[in-house]
Nanobody, 116 residues
Framework: QVQLVESGGGLVQPGGSLRLSCATS????????MGWYRQAPEKKRELVAT???????NYADSVKGRFAISRDNAENKLYLQMNSLKPEDTAVYYC??????????WGQGTQVTVSS
């Protein structure tokens, strides 16, 4: 059974930082594409960052230079370091693992709120 559990969200002031974690189980960690997505109220879910099995990263233009995706193969965890946070980064952030075909897995999400 595949499980993805996000943590690390919360309330932060503009300009602050947070690090999101995604603990995974039931998958061969590092295989396929792993990523972070977010969904703000009344908006569609959007890609934030992805990390391929070969280590190639991809970022949304809105977070380039501020966010960094990484993984710890020993801990089976995916991370998203978020710096210089802005109010427009407020959203529920979801961890995703895509292994191909119908093997597309999501966590339950963690709320990030950027507000003074």
């Amino acid at each position: 059974q595949v499980q993805l559990v996000e943590s690390g969200g919360g309330l932060v002031q503009p300009g602050g930082s947070l690090r999101l974690s995604c603990a995974t189980s039931g998958i061969i960690f590092g295989f396929g594409t792993m990523g972070w997505y977010r969904q703000a109220p009344e908006k569609k879910r959007e890609l934030v960052a992805t990390l391929s099995a070969s280590g190639i990263t991809n970022y949304a233009d809105s977070v380039k230079g501020r966010f960094a995706i990484s993984r710890d193969n020993a801990e089976n965890k995916l991370y998203l370091q978020m710096n210089s946070l802005k109010p427009e980064d407020t959203a529920v952030y979801y961890c995703n693992v895509y292994l191909g075909g119908r093997h597309d897995y999501w966590g339950q999400g963690t709320q990030v709120t950027v507000s003074s």
